[in-house]
């Protein structure tokens, strides 16, 4: 029963909350089909499920994402035989990309869905490989030439670089949402030109003759002629 409420019955009730709520806000609008996905342009709806289909075109793939998870912790929980389960787990992956392909979940249109589609892309391809060269280690359970080893760093290789670069792009993506760089570059202007005063008057306490000899000389401030 608790595998069933919270890995097939939460998803379920949150897309159908989503189909609820695209529902109110098509009807809200009325006639009017130009907006293909209304709920990104309610900000209550926003606020309260952004979080389940923001950077989708379509809202519900959501759900596409949990059942493929469903499936691939189905097949490692209950999968007794190693070799079964691995291409069962290949087969759910080459229909969720394909799926993945024919369906384009993220609006290719535009700079941030292009950079989402590619790094869902670049992930299944990454669990491809390393699927693929599970299939080769489990052929030849003990293996250590040269090959085997070679094969292994290229696996940790791909994720660590597959990794990296999400990481990269998201904080490059956060950077320019919230504009950080540039509160950044505002504050270490202020706390520059705060700490030049503070030289200069440091400098005019350690040499008090310098202010003196200023308001003393009387050439001081008349112009050439």
Same mark, same amino acid.
């Given at each position: 029963? *608790?595998?069933?409420?919270? &890995?097939? *019955?939460?998803?379920?009730?949150?897309?159908?909350?989503?189909?609820?709520?695209?529902?109110?806000?098509?009807?809200?609008?009325?006639?009017?089909? !130009?907006?293909?996905?209304?709920?990104?342009?309610?900000?209550?709806?926003?606020?309260?499920?952004?979080?389940?289909?923001? #950077?989708?075109?379509?809202?519900?793939?959501?759900?596409?994402?949990?059942?493929?998870?469903?499936?691939?912790?189905?097949?490692?929980?209950? #999968? @007794?035989?190693?070799?079964?389960?691995?291409?069962? &787990?290949? #087969?759910?992956?080459?229909?969720?990309?394909?799926?993945?392909?024919?369906?384009?979940?993220?609006?290719?249109?535009?700079?941030? #869905?292009?950079?989402?589609?590619?790094?869902?892309? %670049?992930?299944?391809?990454?669990?491809? @490989?390393?699927?693929?060269?599970?299939?080769? @280690?489990?052929?030849?359970?003990?293996?250590?030439?040269?090959?085997?080893?070679?094969? &292994?760093?290229?696996?940790?290789?791909? %994720?660590?670089?597959?990794?990296?670069?999400?990481?990269?792009?998201?904080?490059?993506?956060?950077?320019?949402?919230? !504009?950080?760089?540039?509160?950044?570059?505002?504050?270490?202007?202020?706390?520059?030109?705060?700490?030049?005063?503070?030289?200069?008057? %440091?400098?005019?306490?350690?040499?008090?003759?310098?202010?003196? %000899?200023?308001?003393?000389?009387?050439?001081?401030?008349?112009?050439?002629?």
């Amino acid at each position: 029963p *608790g595998i069933i409420l919270y &890995t097939i *019955g939460l998803p379920v009730a949150a897309m159908f909350m989503l189909y609820r709520a695209n529902r109110k806000v098509q009807s809200r609008q009325g006639s009017d089909k !130009k907006h293909h996905h209304p709920l990104y342009d309610d900000k209550k709806y926003v606020f309260r499920y952004g979080l389940l289909y923001s #950077g989708y075109r379509l809202y519900w793939w959501e759900l596409v994402i949990s059942a493929r998870k469903v499936c691939i912790i189905m097949l490692a929980s209950f #999968g @007794f035989d190693n070799s079964l389960q691995l291409h069962y &787990t290949l #087969g759910v992956m080459f229909a969720a990309f394909a799926l993945h392909y024919i369906a384009l979940p993220f609006d290719t249109n535009n700079d941030e #869905g292009q950079v989402l589609h590619g790094l869902e892309r %670049n992930s299944m391809l990454s669990v491809f @490989f390393l699927l693929w060269a599970a299939t080769f @280690f489990l052929l030849r359970r003990k293996c250590d030439a040269p090959s085997c080893v070679f094969l &292994t760093i290229l696996v940790v290789f791909s %994720n660590v670089v597959v990794i990296l670069v999400a990481i990269r792009m998201f904080v490059k993506h956060f950077m320019i949402r919230t !504009k950080l760089s540039e509160h950044v570059t505002k504050a270490a202007r202020k706390v520059l030109s705060k700490s030049k005063k503070m030289n200069v008057l %440091n400098s005019m306490k350690s040499n008090p003759l310098n202010g003196k %000899n200023a308001k003393t000389n009387p050439m001081h401030g008349k112009k050439k002629k």
